[in-house]
């Protein structure tokens, strides 16, 4: 029996593998705008992050301001990449088979947009278990994490009080955004330096097989 009343998943990194597919096209497209940084040292420096966000911090990198059509850029060049070479992250399906089952409520809360969360859902074959209001992006609050907006607005969209949401995480700023919402958080350390996520207050995991014991409580 889970422990919780709302499950709230974030996408990347979490239910589909896509971050090394988006992150090196993220250090390719900064590298030509002159950051020197691979598409690991992007996962370190702007995991979970908004692409305004990531804006930000790579201006504040470079000391100059970056083209007004980066995100353009950005997303024509990952989406068909997401779109023929995406998958689920090894045990996610079983985890959400598993919250399914339990009948406790689920959704995702994710930094990028409606079209990119679809898009991968689907490619990685887990679309199923969410309905279309099950599916909650930054864009819908106007800010990103470590602001915990985002969580609050899909709790309060579902009706369940933060106190009783779990909330699974792979970013240092999705963490951050999860306990200043008055949730638990659980990390998953798979890709994220296991030192970046330990002040999550639910638990540090680096394999889904072991989720459904500690959403049990």
């Known amino acids: 029996m889970i422990g919780f009343k709302l499950v709230i998943f974030d996408n990347d990194g979490v239910l589909v593998d896509s971050e090394p597919i988006a992150n090196r096209h993220l250090a390719e497209l900064l590298g030509d705008y002159g950051l020197d940084i691979d598409w690991y040292g992007c996962v ?17 990198d470079l000391g100059h301001p970056i083209p007004d059509d980066f995100e353009a850029r950005y997303r024509a060049s990952v989406y068909p990449s997401l779109a023929s070479g995406v998958e689920a ?3 996610a399906d079983a985890v959400l088979h598993f919250v399914a089952m339990q009948q406790t409520a689920m959704c995702v809360a994710s930094s990028a947009r409606h079209e990119r969360i679809r ?16 599916l909650f992006s930054a864009d819908d609050v106007g800010v990103g994490k470590p602001a915990p907006d985002l969580f ?11 106190s009783t949401c779990a909330v699974i995480e792979d970013s240092p ?8 919402a008055g949730m638990t958080v659980f990390a998953y350390s798979a890709l994220t330096p296991r030192h970046l996520l330990e002040h ?7 394999s889904m097989a072991s989720l459904p014991e500690l959403l049990k409580g």
Not at 173 to 180: E, H, I, P, Y
């Open 119 to 134: 898009l991968t859902l689907d490619r990685a074959g887990l679309r199923r278990y969410f309905e279309d209001e099950w």
């Open 152 to 162: 609050l607005f899909a709790a309060q969209t579902l009706g369940v009080d933060p």
């Open 173 to 180: 700023a999705g963490v951050d955004a999860g306990l200043a």
């Open 200 to 206: 999550a207050n639910g638990a540090v995991f680096d």
């Open 89 to 91: 992250v090894a045990g």
């Open 44 to 60: 370190e420096r702007y995991l979970g992050c908004t692409l305004g966000r990531v804006r930000e911090l790579a201006e504040s």
